[in-house]
């Protein structure tokens, strides 16, 4: 697998790549950027050595400050398709990775970059650090998905708060909502991102990418709509052969050896 390039690096070991935007010390998103994001994140879904990804920012002042503003005025005849559109491509990429994404989040966390961390399947950030989605301050709203996602993490009321009044909160005020899911000393976050990475890592690998899908797939349907489909996800989990290894493992009381 190649991952020749210097806006996006990435970093292999033990089942877990970690991957660093590198435009410091902001970490803009800028086209290029968002390109090289979509680039690498399709390169790493088909990387059978990659089972967890880790998401961070280059030095310790932002994970991402948002997009670049200036670029907008030479998009601005057709700003969605030259530039919304690949931000939205690019975070999307991000949720529906099979792999679970961990955001490891030091200093600033705005805007793009929130909605980046948003599309995360989890979230660390620095004792420091601040996040929020300011984008009504520039008379618009988050368009490359926090419009819909930031609600699905902390609420309605909490999502319309935020985004009616552009307000940003310190790390502790994010953890309480449930924005995070840790909140860890400053420039450790990466560090507590790859242990809980590597503990994901050793899992059996098609169950937890039928519990990302499953999750995500189900989780604002019905009862009764999700019955045959929970099922259906069983029926697949249930012919692997780590199942079958769990469950001997399970009965003759030994540690399972999962493959």
Known sequence: MKYENKLVLVEISEKVAILTLNRPPLNILTLELTAELRRTLHIIENDAAVRVVVLR???????CAGADIKEFPAVWDDVINKKLL???????EIELLQKPVIAAMEGTVLGGGCEIA?????????EEGKIGLPEINLG?????????????????SVAYEMLYTGKILTASEAKAI???????????????????????ASKPFEAIKLIKKG????????????FRTNLDFSKQIFKTEDCAEGVDAFINKRTPQFK
């Open 178 to 200: 449930g924005l995070v899911n840790y909140v860890v000393p400053r420039g450790s976050s990466e560090k507590n991102a790859v242990e809980l990475a590597k503990v994901i």
């Open 57 to 63: 920012g280059s030095g310790e002042k932002a994970f």
């Open 140 to 156: 618009v709203f988050p368009g490359s998905g926090g419009l819909y996602r930031l609600a699905r993490h902390v609420g309605l």
């Open 215 to 226: 999750v995500r797939d189900l989780w604002q349907r019905s009862t009764e709509e999700n």
């Open 118 to 126: 948003l599309a995360c399947d989890m979230r660390l950030m620095s």
């Open 86 to 92: 690949n931000e939205n491509l690019a975070v999307d």
